[in-house]
Every structure is written in C-alpha cells, then in structure tokens.
C-alpha cells in the first residue's frame, strides 16, 4: 500500500531558529501533498496544499511566510517554519494522494515540534 | 463551505461490545468519504474510504456505510478490542476540493 515517510518525528529548537520537516512519498507519486497542523486533543487544521512544480496554496490565517513550503518533486514536500516561537509548537502532519481515481489520503507519522 | 461533526465525541465501552460512530457532513455533493484512525501522538491511519456512488465499505470488523443524502457516514466496530481505543475521524472530500476533518471522537474499550 501508499507509503508516506514524514522525518523528523520529534524536534526540539531554540526560539528564532528555523526547522525543516520532510514529508517523502516512498512507493507512488503524489502530485499533491497537504500540511496539517494539529493542536492537542483537536482535529486536523489545512494549513496548504502544494502541488509539484507550483506554489502551495495557504489557507486563510496561515502566515506563508512563516510557513514555507516547498514541492520540487513528485515524492517529496518539505515544510520549514521559519524563526519559530513557542506559539508555534504543535504536531504537524503531512498527507500525500496520487492522481489515480481512488484520491486515498494517506499520512505520514507527524513531526512534535517543541520550540523552546 | 463544507462542515463535518462527528458524535460522540468520546465513548467508553467493555471489551466485547459492538458500536456506532457517527459521521455528519453539510453538504452531500462529496466526492468520498474516509475514516481514519490516530493514536495518540501518532499519525493517520486510513481503515476505509467510501466513494460517492458506493453505499458501504467493510474491512475485517469494520463496517463503514454512507447516505450521501442525508449527509451522514457511520463507522460500525463489531467486538470491540482494548486495541481499538484511539481517535476516529472521518474527513469528507468533495469534488475539486480539499478533505475537511470531523473533530473525531475518543473511544476507549475497556478491557
């Protein structure tokens, strides 16, 4: 079946400091991948989409800026949050689908980040 | 703009017993629907996606149905398991658009 790699599973960083998150589909293309950030005990938040070889698409409220997102192949998506602040400590996961009719969403295993 | 609650939003069962999670969504033009499970700290396991012409979806103790019409999806878990506790969301895809998620409900079966 689909296989999503997210890396690194757990972060911990100084204030100011930026960290990038690798969100890899290891067995299908995905052609889109999706971010999302989830606050303790609360569902999932989109917070982009991105497709291959195109900007991501930021949901409303969502600083692109501080959020950076970048898809330059068909297998992998990286999300950086740039000069992190505690605030933005959460879990954040990626889910990648391919083009094939099913559109199956799969997940990767999320990444803690813990800014300090 | 598409809108997804899910009752309840926790359950505490016995081992053993069968039950119903509950999945309603505000605008029926979807294009499928998908349960998930998350255990805590985890990511997003897929038990069963449904497409928008397909009534049910069943995979070993799970039975997933869909009516599209009045906007609701249910998850059946038959011989619940001490295993089986974990978060449930179901998150709802209609066409051209991207997956809105439930808020999920918290089932703990207790052994």
């Known amino acids: 079946g689909a296989v999503v790699s997210q890396h690194p599973s757990r972060v911990i960083c100084k204030s100011g400091t930026s960290v990038k998150i690798e969100c890899r589909s290891l067995?299908?293309?995905?052609?889109?991948m999706f971010w999302y950030r989830q606050f303790p005990k609360k569902s999932l938040m989109l917070m982009a989409t991105s497709n291959e070889g195109s900007k991501a698409t930021y949901e409303q409220g969502v600083e692109k800026d501080k959020f950076l997102i970048n898809h330059a192949s068909l297998t992998l998506s990286t999300l950086t949050v740039t000069s992190a602040h505690p605030e933005d400590s959460s879990f954040y996961i990626c889910?990648?689908?391919?083009?094939?009719?099913?559109?199956?969403?799969?997940f990767g295993a999320g990444s803690r980040l813990t800014v300090l | 703009k598409q809108e997804v609650t899910q009752i309840p939003a926790a359950l505490s069962v016995p081992e053993g017993e069968n039950l119903v999670l509950n999945c309603s969504f505000t605008?029926?033009?979807?294009?499928?629907l998908q349960w998930f499970r998350q255990d805590p700290g985890k990511g997003l396991t897929s038990l069963l996606l449904?497409?928008?012409?397909?009534r049910e979806q069943t995979s070993g103790r799970l039975n997933a149905s869909l009516d599209k019409s009045s906007g609701r999806s249910t998850l059946y878990i038959a011989a619940s398991q001490p295993g089986d506790s974990a978060t449930y969301l179901c998150?709802?895809?209609?066409?051209?658009?991207?997956?809105?998620f439930g808020p999920g409900t918290r089932l703990s079966v207790l052994p």
């Open positions: 998150a709802v895809r209609n066409y051209g658009q991207n997956f809105v």
């Open positions: 605008d029926s033009a979807i294009y499928n």
């Open positions: 889910s990648a689908t391919d083009s094939a009719g099913a559109n199956v969403l799969t």
């Open positions: 067995d299908f293309q995905a052609t889109t």
């Open positions: 449904i497409q928008s012409s397909q």
